[in-house]
């Protein structure tokens, strides 16, 4: 996965990738007899093969049986995976293999994974464990977007990078402004030129600085901006008809600091965190408010519920789909022991259900489990398939909460004006109040 994504991609990896963790966290083994093979970016593939084929020659030493036998199918079965690669990709390569218990404790499964990182993952580990190790993982999932900051008094400027915890300062460097006032000499009037022109070319510095430190690839690299400093140097960075026009936009806050260099950056940071969260979740905010202006008009192009918004998923009727990421709802593939007619069902909750159990209706009809699946996992890997958009969004901001709390947490913006009625047959659905829809 070496293309560049972009916001809604990423949560959609994110997502997969945290369902991912969770359920091999989950699983257990009797021995040592799974592997966990973390592989940097572009290693050659014939090196990390040699590797284990070494582990399965040391393998052979273990003296359980039943040991010795899984953790060699195990490290055989990382070696058959790797095979399609020459070498890591770009991002880097994950294998998971091994043979755990079922969840029931009858029986035992056989697992083989192999994830391409979404983002750069450079480590070169192997585990040899009870358990897979996904711990290396969860960095994936610790991803905030970059923020530019631009520290500029009359003493020099400082530019820099905030992802999260870290903090990268790009470039910096120093300046001799004149003081306002003279000191004999050159007469007045010579003396402003001369101070408005060293201004002036300090701030056309700054702003060719910003382009190089900001733009990378003809585009920006940043999120956002914040311009800090003391006096009227931020304020006229901010209108300067230098300051490059594709990172004019990006400016989300403009303040006050007392101190410049990288001391003004730490104040910076701190007076900036409202403004930051807000560009952080400014993708679901955006589509959130585009959603609740459309029920504010009545457009009727918009529809919500798990009930309405899957019938219009089934019908192809949406154009894109939002969906909150900790939606709990099953999809169940159910078949009538009466009339052997097949039907989707969708459950809240996530527990009590399981392939081959039955479920009752109200009339007295039962339907046969034949497929249970986790409604925000099928949605994300099928959503092609239902010809749509599909906007994977947190319930982390206001928006993102309020659509979680009074719309379902699922809904979409529909292709033309539509009846919902007119897509169901009224017998095969039920209230949303209720556990069958």
């Known amino acids: 996965m070496d293309q560049k994504l972009n ?15 969770k359920t091999l966290s989950q699983e257990r083994t009797a021995g040592t007899s799974v592997v966990s093979v973390y592989i940097p970016p572009k290693r050659i593939i014939s090196d990390i093969t040699n590797r284990l084929n070494t582990q399965y020659a040391e393998a ?10 899984s953790v060699q199918e195990a490290i055989q079965a990382a070696i058959l995976r790797l095979r399609p690669y020459n070498k890591a990709p770009n991002n880097g390569l994950v294998v998971f293999c091994g043979i755990v218990q079922q969840a029931d404790g009858k029986g035992e499964k056989k697992i083989s994974v192999v994830i391409e990182p979404y983002r750069p993952l450079d480590l070169s580990l192997y585990f040899c ?25 009359g003493n020099g400027s400082l530019f820099a990078t905030i992802q999260g915890n870290s903090k990268q300062i790009i470039k910096s460097f120093d300046v ?20 408005m022109e060293k201004r002036h070319n300090y701030l056309r510095k700054v702003c060719e600085t910003a382009t190089t430190c900001f733009i990378a690839e003809d585009r920006p690299n940043v999120k956002g901006l914040v311009l800090a400093g003391s006096a009227d140097f931020k304020n006229d960075l901010a209108g300067s008809q230098f ?30 965190q409202e403004s930051l969260l807000e560009v952080k979740y400014i993708r679901e905010k955006n589509l959130v408010g585009q959603f609740f202006e459309n029920i504010d008009k009545d457009t009727g192009l918009v529809v919500y519920g798990v009930q309405d918004t899957m019938r219009a998923v089934e ?26 007619q097949k039907a989707i069902k969708y459950i809240k909750g996530n527990e009590g259900y399981e392939a081959g159990s039955l479920i009752e209706e109200k009339n007295g009809e039962q339907f046969v489990i034949l497929v249970k699946e986790d409604l925000v996992e099928h949605l994300s890997e099928k959503f092609k398939d239902y010809g749509l958009d599909f906007q994977l969004i947190t319930d982390h901001s206001v928006e993102g909460n309020q659509f979680m709390k009074g719309f379902s947490g699922l809904g979409g913006f529909l292709r033309f004006k539509m009846d919902m009625d007119y897509l169901v047959q009224q017998e095969d659905w039920k209230d949303e109040d209720e556990d069958f829809i």
């Open 7 to 21: 916001d809604a991609e990423i949560a959609l990896e994110q997502f997969r990738l945290k369902k991912l963790i």
């Open 129 to 153: 464990d009870p358990q897979f190790h996904v711990e290396e993982l969860r960095a994936l999932l610790n991803i905030d977007p970059p923020f530019g900051f631009i520290i500029m008094d």
């Open 176 to 195: 001799d402004l004149p003081k306002k006032h003279n000191k004999g000499g050159q007469s007045s009037v010579r003396f402003a030129r001369l101070r």
């Open 60 to 69: 052979a030493s273990i003296k359980d049986k039943g040991n010795r036998i």
């Open 243 to 272: 300051f490059d026009k594709r990172l004019q936009p990006l400016i989300i806050s403009v303040v006050d600091i007392n101190y410049g260099g990288e001391q003004g950056l730490n104040q910076a940071v701190q007076l900036s």
């Open 315 to 340: 019908s192809q009727t949406i154009k894109t789909l939002v969906c909150v990421d900790t939606l709990q709802y099953l999809r169940l593939e159910c078949q009538s022991k009466q009339t052997e």
